[in-house]
């Protein structure tokens, strides 16, 4: 009885991480209206909506040199149904979205929603906004 019992439990182990690993996607980001190669593109995906699962409430986090105003994420492990992408240019290289006084961003940046039901085809093209400075 208890043999029949691990080997039900042990199969149903296997098949809740299949189908976890077949429902998480590889999600590509291209990050377009680079203005220069100086310092970092940093990338955060949040997961959106109620019941998240634990691993899903911990933002996925990247950052990459922009090599010839080209950048290419590619987030891997996406679980959620909807994420909140966020996507700064840390031109300065001290890691953190530079505010201006009054708290806006005076570094480039984008957000953008994006939910697997909806997703394109070529992945996620995201374009940096820059403020213009004074």
């Keep these: 009885m208890k043999t029949n019992f691990k080997k039900t439990l042990m199969f149903i182990s296997l098949v809740c ?15 377009l209206g680079i203005r220069s190669d100086k310092g970092y593109i940093m990338l ?43 996507i700064f240019h840390d031109e300065n290289g001290n890691y953190q979205l530079d505010l201006s006084e009054d708290q806006r961003p005076i570094e480039g940046f984008a ?18 906004y820059y403020p213009i400075s004074d």
């Design 17 to 31: 991480s299949v189908y976890g690993e077949m429902c998480a996607q590889t999600v590509n980001v291209e990050v």
């Design 44 to 86: 955060m995906a949040q997961a959106k909506g109620p019941n998240l699962k634990q691993d899903q409430a911990k933002p996925i986090m990247e950052m990459k040199k922009a090599i010839n105003k080209k950048v290419i994420f590619e987030l891997k492990e996406m679980t959620a149904k909807e994420y909140t992408i966020s």
């Design 111 to 128: 957000r953008q929603i994006y939910n697997s039901e909806k997703k394109a085809k070529n992945g996620l093209k995201m374009k940096l």
